[in-house]
């Protein structure tokens, strides 16, 4: 029988990314997200981390439905403003991903390259009736002077990541499940999750 994992999202950006990454890496699962259970409502991150609200959220869609669930949480962490906007990526500026992005780079407006240090950061969480498991992913990179790139989503086209000359945005998604913050905790996790689902 086919296990089913909820993911504890609407983000179809998100969901697809996690869904070729799983794929190649448990095998057969039903993915099914929250767009399939339209009587959740939106779940607060009411967390004082990442850790924390990839928790609360997981934790809230399996309790709800009884059903394994994986939720991550992440976010862009910029040096230069002192690692914001961090657990608050997402609704940064109120008014979606163009409004995240022009906020972010006109605060960097007059940031030399060299200083627009950035990470990408994403917890993890998958949880069932044995409890959670954890893995966390970073990606290094800087805030580019504009956007770049049609791929991906989020803040994608104004990070490069450190060794690469394209933005996430520009970069081939295979290539990105690979290097990038939510494929390396996903692969983290992927293991003992396998182990979890008896896929392996």
Not at 50 to 77: H, R
Not at 95 to 123: C, H, M, P, Y
């Amino acid at each position: 029988m086919v296990k089913k994992i909820v993911i504890a999202s609407h983000n179809k950006g998100k969901v697809q990314e996690i869904h070729r990454i799983f794929s190649a890496a448990i095998g057969q699962v039903e993915i099914l997200t929250l767009d399939d259970f339209p009587e959740i409502s939106e779940i607060e991150e009411t967390g004082e981390s990442f850790e924390e609200n990839a928790l609360l959220k997981a934790a809230t869609v399996f309790k709800l439905t009884n059903i394994p669930a994986l939720a991550d949480d992440s976010g862009l962490v910029i040096d230069h403003l002192g690692g914001a906007p961090g657990i608050y990526s997402a609704r940064y500026s109120g008014e979606g991903d163009l409004g995240n992005i022009k906020k972010v780079l006109d605060q960097l407006d007059s940031v030399a390259r060299q200083d627009r240090s950035a990470r990408f950061v994403a917890v993890a969480v998958y949880i069932d009736e044995s409890g959670p498991l954890f893995a966390r992913g970073e990606l290094e990179g800087e805030i580019t002077l504009e956007p770049r790139g049609e791929n991906g989503f989020g803040y994608d086209p104004i990070f490069q990541p450190v060794n690469y000359s394209q933005t996430l945005a520009e970069l081939d998604p295979t290539i990105k499940d690979q290097i990038s913050h939510r494929g390396v905790s996903l692969n983290q996790l992927a293991p003992a999750l396998a182990v979890r689902l008896g896929q392996k």
